[in-house]
């Protein structure tokens, strides 16, 4: 309390020293009407409806259904059989099981209530003990205690559904009608984001659409330019128009935190990841795939972290991220993830395993999909001291037959690059010597849609340079490697068809002693960016590669990321 008085006096001896009165009249304040003082969240809209659903206050709580009916001389045996079982999944509360008991018979009535700490224990209790074998007479149905306020709600006499008018949606493609022909980017700085329009001939930008507070993490185009999706607390929604930028679907989703299209577009991926209870255990991982027109659940997948981290380039929390990689082209028939000695490929469907199982291969590292064609391409390392080689097959989804596999022998790695129509595979290997004290690479070229897909074998004329980068031309038959040594590296283009021969790769010409590090095709082929990235200091060579010439040179200091508009321009 002394501390609380010498706190004001101080206070008050500030506001004499400042002029300020200190004698304020608090009942003549008003404050604007309602909970939030007249001031509306710009996310209201997005989970006002949603909160709802996540907010009962049982989303932690389970019933069992189906136990033995005992009496109570066998009630605490029972108890402490359930409570052994479902204190394994999660933290069960105090005084968190309860079991009814039938006041005239003093035997139970079948059922309990069990609280965890945490909804997501809860559903994974859910999960896990749904159908869970007792014994012989008791199997058991487990529910989460929200969902029988949802059917209590199903009315007793059907309804036919109400039939709504149609109405014509809007053009989500109409920025490709652009007079001329422009892009659209989208900026966020502080709590605005912006829709601009790209121009390179105008010094000043030309606003499509601004909002403030627009999402509460980040925004995302999806792959073909239709939706631009936003993150929030309670989920991602997408939004798009004719003229601006309306809300046409929202998937709830709690603590989203990274979000994926489809190639596509058909189908949204969201992902979000929950403390456990207990700090030894894992991660709980939460990922939904969302029909994106209907925002229906099409399948959702849910478990530990350790189950969702192996393959992927980013993410958080040790998991990779996309977990899913999508096949079969723009139809978006197919989408696979890697686990432990398998590939696990799911059809767009049903959206189940294709025949029911995984695609087992021994100690498998990594995959790819063809861009055009549901093909897979995968990465077997060598095992047993080099007794087992390397190997990378192709396989044909979804009758998992091998189309063609290449042994690798003395690799140390692997890495596999798509053309962007699917015609050439390029898996680049880095071999040991025979020391094994050094590695060497090449290149095994497959020509994917040519008869019994032929593979050449393609060495640098000094086969002990380095591989710094390796980049094929879009929809050409083209590619170009960085190879050499820093800080001067050489830059070596090639063809997979020359003017006598369609069957043979040849080699362009070589560019000596180039400043770069990283290689960036326009979109449309042809024009290449010779970029030197972060430690080269954002040295840009525009190279012409039908006349094999530089037609520009330029400098961002110090940049990072390069990225061409769609149209290549």
Known sequence: MATEVLLMNEIEATAARMGIDMNIDFSSIQLPPGEDFGIVSDDEDVYHDDQLEFDSGFGNVIVVDNLPVVPRE?????????????????????????????????????YCFIEYNTPQEAELAKEKTNGYKLDRAHIFAVNMFDDFDKYMRVPDEWAPPEIKPYTPGENLQKWLTDEKARDQFVIRAGTDTEVLWNDARQSKTELVYKRAYWTESFVQWSPLGTYLATVHRQGAAVWGGANTFNRLMRYAHPQVKLIDFSPGEKFLVTYSSHEPSNPRDANRVVITIFDVRTGKVMRDFKGSADEFAIGGAGGVAGVSWPIFRWGGGKEDKYFAKLGKNMISVYETETFSLIDKKSLKVENVLDFSWSPTDPILALFVPELGGGNQPARVSLVQIPSKEELRQKNLFSVSDCKMYWQSNGEYLAVKADRYTKTKKSTYTGFELFRIKERDIPIEVLELDNKNDKIIAFAWEPKGHRFAVIHGDNPRPDISFYSMRSTHNLGRVTKLTTLKGKQANALFWSPAGRFIVLAGLKGFNGQLEFFNVDELETMATAEHFMATDIEWDPTGR
């Open 74 to 110: 066998k009630f605490e045996k029972l108890e402490g059989v359930i409570r052994k079982i479902y204190s394994q999944i999660g933290v069960i509360k105090e005084d968190g099981l309860w079991m009814p008991v039938d006041p005239d018979t003093q035997k139970t009535l079948g």
